[in-house]
T-cell receptor, first 115, second 114 residues
Framework: AQKVTQAQTEISVVEKEDVTLDCVYE???????LFWYKQPPSGELVFLIR??????QNEISGRYSWNFQKSTSSFNFTITASQVVDSAVYFC????????????FGKGTKLTVNP | DGGITQSPKYLFRKEGQNVTLSCEQN?????MYWYRQDPGQGLRLIYY???????QKGDIAEGYSVSREKKESFPLTVTSAQKNPTAFYLC?????????????FGDGTRLSIL
């Protein structure tokens, strides 16, 4: 069965600090997809990134970077030089391949960036 | 602007009442989804539809019903059989069927019991 664990329930940092949000997943499939979504206080989820299981390259997008390690079943998300606008709940999610009809979300990590 | 519109933003339900949450998308997406979010929890799938006139139960479908008569619309009815309906409801869509594609979300509807 697929499972996503985000062990950090809440994180609080001061602006300009770097912060890493952890995501550990479980799956028996060799083909799967991992996602990160951001949920600001307004409520809607915003898609940030998708990674498939065959692409282990790390990705950087501006201040955001993602570290995918199959050996440890982790897909961690780092925000460099955090800003107040980064304050949100961040969700990691997993979809198994092979026609899976399911997307499983972690419980989310609430990030607060203080000025 | 293309996107997903959910209405109303806040909804109150009386005991024994059915209520319907609206979800409309103008992204021309084939697939649409309903999720429920409780405080401190991830999203749980209620129902999804991969194509018009077809829909499937998710993990927590009991007490809910849906229809998909038009590509752009996927309303969710919370029936009186749902004993604990207080939650934040999110509608989403994706360009094609399957859960491999990124989903686009609406702003949500917050449902409470009167």
């Amino acid at each position: 069965a697929q499972k996503v664990t985000q062990a950090q329930t809440e994180i609080s940092v001061v602006e300009k600090e770097d912060v890493t949000l952890d995501c550990v997943y479980e799956t028996r499939d060799t083909t799967y997809y991992l996602f990160w979504y951001k949920q600001p206080p307004s409520g809607e989820l915003v898609f940030l990134i998708r990674r498939n299981s065959f692409d282990e390259q790390n990705e950087i997008s501006g201040r955001y970077s993602w570290n995918f390690q199959k050996s440890t079943s982790s897909f961690n998300f780092t925000i460099t030089a955090s800003q107040v606008v980064d304050s949100a709940v961040y969700f990691c999610a997993l979809s198994e391949g092979g026609g899976s009809e399911k997307l499983v979300f972690g419980k989310g990590t609430k990030l607060t960036v203080n000025p | 602007d293309g996107g997903i519109t959910q209405s109303p933003k806040y909804l109150f339900r009386k005991e024994g009442q059915n209520v319907t949450l609206s979800c409309e998308q103008n992204l021309n997406h084939d697939a649409m989804y309903w999720y429920r979010q409780d405080p401190g929890q991830g999203l749980r799938l209620i129902y999804y539809s991969q194509i018009v006139n077809d829909f499937q139960k998710g993990d927590i479908a009991e007490g809910y019903s849906v229809s998909r008569e038009k590509k752009e619309s996927f309303p969710l009815t919370v029936t009186s059989a749902q004993k604990n309906p207080t939650a934040f409801y999110l509608c989403a869509s994706s360009i094609e069927r399957g859960f491999r594609q990124p989903q686009h979300f609406g702003d949500g509807t917050r449902l409470s019991i009167l």
